[in-house]
């Protein structure tokens, strides 16, 4: 159970970018059942999407799929950032928001916004705005929390005072976890990797973070992202064309959202 048994309230959502996100709160996945809502495909910059093998884990977890579902592929989110659609965007929020307020959903997790890989951050941002547009429709106890993709399993930061609400498995969910994680064919390399680099222990608990205004001002390092160091080094390398920056594509699309929030409302 969780460590703060807030979480008990209502039914939850949980929006991320990429179909996979989902093995980093399984245990959760498994306590709360959660409607499940995935942006991209998950293909990268191949053909093959690996949605189907989320929609198992969530299956066998009691979660379920919500509405959008494997929305785009990866290549059209990155080619909807590179060209600024917001109207796209803006309007992926107004519908998440309206399934919220639809389902009478008590809180919603998604992708923090880590710098890592700009569908992750985006993400966070179509999110806040969602939430925003669905706060009328909703109890004024209706919150937001995120979760960490890239930073270590095993530890969570309470940035600017935002409440960290923590879920210990035991041993049966652990495994559980760590069975559905391996059985993630498409998945199988960075699984792998992660349990090497920390052990299968550091995933036994699992952090939800209080999203704050503050932190949503404040993501970002003073210097650049990872995603636009690796995009540098792949231009080198002729794999891309052109490399998303924050300042020139995300920072736009976000302030977009931003506005688009605090001036739409769904209705009750």
């Known amino acids: 159970m969780p460590e703060d048994t807030a979480l008990m309230r209502g039914p939850a959502a949980l929006v991320i970018a990429h179909p996979g996100h989902e093995l980093r709160v399984h245990g959760w996945l498994e306590w709360a059942r959660p409607t499940v ?11 093959d999407g690996r949605m189907a093998s989320t929609t198992r884990v969530l299956r066998e977890a009691g979660a379920s799929n919500g509405s959008v579902s494997a929305r785009f592929s990866d290549r059209e989110l990155y080619r909807t950032i590179l060209e600024g659609r917001a109207a796209v965007l803006t309007a992926l929020a107004t519908e998440l928001a309206a399934a919220f307020v639809a389902a009478r959903i008590a809180y919603v997790v998604a992708d923090a916004a880590e710098g890592y890989n700009p569908g992750h951050d985006l993400c966070r941002y179509i999110v806040d705005a969602a939430v925003e547009c669905a706060r009328g429709g909703l109890p004024e106890t209706f919150e937001s929390f995120e979760i960490d993709l890239v930073a270590a399993p095993g530890a969570a930061d309470a940035a600017n005072g935002a409440r960290v609400l923590c879920l210990e498995l035991d041993d049966e969910a652990l495994e559980r976890k760590l069975t559905a994680a391996r059985g993630y064919a498409e998945m199988a390399e960075e699984v792998d990797g992660a349990i090497a680099r920390w052990g299968p222990a550091a995933f036994r608990r699992e952090y939800l973070r209080e999203t704050l205004p503050a932190e949503r001002a404040q993501h970002l390092p003073g210097s650049s992202p990872y995603y636009e160091v690796h995009g540098d080094r792949r231009r080198e390398e002729g794999t891309y064309d052109q490399v998303i920056r924050y300042r020139d594509h995300v920072h736009p699309l ?5 506005m688009h929030a605090s001036s739409t409302r769904c209705p009750a």
């Open 254 to 258: 976000r302030e977009a959202l931003r």
């Open 37 to 47: 809502f995935v942006l991209t495909d998950g293909s990268g910059h191949g053909t």
